[in-house]
């Protein structure tokens, strides 16, 4: 059974930085995975930040995360990374951990994501 656990998230001031980190276990050797961040507020349904495909294939960004986030893996210790810098009050969520495995075009859509983490909050406030 495939498990997801985030870590990361906290309090930090516009301006700051925090690293995201999701680490993943059960995902079967020499599958490809793609795995995923999406965001969620209260009142709004959850939305992708960023993606990438488990062999680094390609990444994707939401035009908001686009020149400040940067998603990494490292396939050896089954873990995505999510670095978020020059944060900003609308980043404040709780982030979630996604994968899927197979090949696809786009993936940005929570609908294509299988598995997900339980999310870790992010506030960004003064």
């Known amino acids: 059974q495939v498990q997801l656990v985030e870590s990361g998230g906290g309090l930090v001031q516009p301006g700051g930085s925090l690293r995201l980190a999701c680490a993943a276990s059960?995902?079967?050797?020499?599958?490809?995975?793609?795995m995923g961040w999406f965001r969620q507020v209260p009142g709004k349904e959850r939305e992708g930040v960023s993606c990438?495909?488990?062999?680094?294939?390609?990444?994707e960004y939401t035009d908001s995360a686009n020149g400040r986030f940067t998603i990494t893996q490292d396939i050896a210790k089954g873990t995505v990374y999510l670095q978020m810098n020059n944060l900003k009050p609308e980043d404040t969520g709780v982030y979630y951990c996604?994968?899927?495995?197979?090949?696809?075009?786009?993936?940005?859509?929570?609908?294509?994501?299988?598995?997900w983490g339980q999310g870790t909050r992010v506030t960004v406030s003064l």
């Open positions: 996604a994968a899927v495995s197979g090949l696809f075009t786009q993936c940005l859509g929570t609908s294509l994501y299988r598995y």
């Open positions: 059960g995902l079967i050797p020499n599958y490809y995975y793609v």
């Open positions: 990438i495909g488990r062999d680094v294939r390609g990444q």
